[in-house]
């Protein structure tokens, strides 16, 4: 189960959309430094952002970074607990996108990426 998010323009035009999920992670995919700082649980909760897609006429106007600053904003107003943002890149492309706006990937899974909740929460301070 996720909770859809649509942007559309004025035109009602729909440029890309994403989902937040509940997930979780176990502290054995996390760096050291970062399990230091987290309850030793076998597992921490996260939030997953899920199928951020941008429709392929409307890329490279800059939907796709308004898009995961709007699922960061929301991640971060949650009153559930959740200790980052989790994404699972489809692709080498997606990787290097999220790599660029500070995710990091998870031990032995490249493509599976996360970005700490404080850090998100930094953002919009």
Do not use: N
């Amino acid at each position: 189960m996720a909770a859809p998010f649509v942007l559309v323009l004025p035109d009602e035009t729909i440029a890309g959309y994403y989902t937040l999920s509940s997930t979780s992670v176990q502290l054995s995919e996390l760096p050291a430094q970062i399990v230091r700082k987290l309850p030793r649980y076998p597992l921490v909760p996260a939030t997953l952002l899920g199928r951020l897609a941008v429709d392929r006429r409307q890329q490279g106007k800059g939907y796709g970074r308004f898009l995961l600053a709007d699922a960061l904003y929301r991640a971060s107003r949650s009153e559930v607990a959740s200790f980052a943002v989790i994404v699972d890149a489809k692709d080498e492309g997606a990787r290097r996108f999220y790599e660029l706006e500070s995710f990091l990937p998870l031990l032995d899974q490249p493509t599976k990426l996360f970005r700490p909740m404080a850090d998100i929460r930094r953002l919009f301070e």
